[in-house]
């Protein structure tokens, strides 16, 4: 690794063109270019991407360019860290989910994520499908799972599950010697209910007034694993999300089918201007094995 292609590459990164790196180095522009691809060939991964506006830093190169940018290190340095990113032990992952899907689901992926590669850092945020798709937060992470009516032409999506609600009861509640639990089943039964300005709750409802049974709304709770809790406790039944019912088994409660089925899609979503990274890799590999897991579960019941 030669001082260089550092600084060319450095060049590049503060310039974002050949052109201009060249400029600022006062050398001619094919060099910045054999300077680039002669250390992309060193470090063993691509630092850029290169499109007609010009040159496009990998998740891999910018992730160089942090520690190429710090004062004073040495070319020793740079060179182990090339080696810590091409073999995944350097750098930061920055993940988006929906709460429907932050709680049990991402803990899960995370603590499995982290067995493989210790040395990366994770941040989580659990965060409404609205700011994970608004465009002030786009690149801010390496992949998001969102709600299917948050879906965005501008992020690369991915279906991630389509599956349907389910309903849960305390574990001595009469119901829970029906395998499929039905409106006319939830008549007059003490119901936490999901938020009206969710579209499920919506689809619920309609379903209800179309059976003609009305359930008695004792709680109002817009979140899955709060919902687990109140329903562990004997308040009541509650319709909710089966990535939720299944990591809270602990608690205690019992899962049914709800018929007539209330399905809903989540969506993987990525930045679109930036490449996929193979740690972006992994963990999506890790979330669908999980997700396999969970909807493995439900077709044995």
């Known amino acids: ?3 260089s292609q550092i600084e ?3 060049a590049a990164m503060l310039k974002g063109k050949v052109t201009a790196a060249a400029e600022h180095l006062n050398v001619s522009q094919p060099s910045v270019t054999r300077l680039i691809r002669e250390l992309e060939e060193e470090v063993g991964f691509k630092l850029f991407i290169r ?3 010009g ?3 990998t998740s891999a190169g910018i992730q160089f360019y942090k520690v190429v940018d710090a004062s004073y290190i040495g070319l020793s340095d740079l060179e182990t860290a090339a080696v810590h990113i091409r073999e995944h032990k350097l750098g930061t992952m920055h993940i988006a989910a929906i709460p429907a899907m932050g709680y049990g689901f991402m803990p899960e992926v995370v603590a499995r994520f982290k067995k493989q590669y210790p040395d990366i ?15 002030q937060n786009f690149g801010s992470y390496e992949v998001g799972i969102i709600l299917e009516h948050e879906f965005t032409a501008k992020l690369k999506t991915d279906l991630f599950v389509e599956s349907s609600l389910v309903l849960i009861l305390p574990s001595d509640h009469r119901l829970t010697k029906k395998k499929v639990i039905v409106p006319r089943d939830l008549h007059g039964e003490d119901m936490i209910s999901d938020s009206p300005m969710h ?3 919506r689809d619920f409802d309609m379903i209800m007034k179309q059976h003609d049974s009305v359930a008695n709304e004792i ?3 817009p979140l899955s694993s709060i919902t687990c809790s109140f329903v562990a406790r004997g308040l009541g039944v509650g319709l909710v999300n089966p990535f939720v019912a299944y990591y809270e088994r602990h608690l205690g409660h019992e899962i049914r089918p ?5 399905t809903f899609k989540k969506y993987l979503v990525y930045p679109r201007y930036d490449s996929r990274s193979p740690l972006t890799d992994e963990i999506t590999r890790i979330m669908e094995e999980c997700r396999d897991e969970v909807l493995e579960f439900y077709s044995k019941e």
């Open 121 to 135: 850092e994770l941040k989580l945020n659990v965060i409404p499908s609205t700011e994970i798709t608004n465009p």
């Open 258 to 262: 709800f018929k007539p089925a209330i």
């Open 1 to 3: 690794m030669k001082h």
């Open 8 to 10: 060319a590459f450095r």
């Open 219 to 221: 709680i109002e709770c």
């Open 199 to 201: 579209e499920t709750r």
């Open 51 to 53: 499109r007609k506006a």
């Open 55 to 57: 040159l496009e830093p």
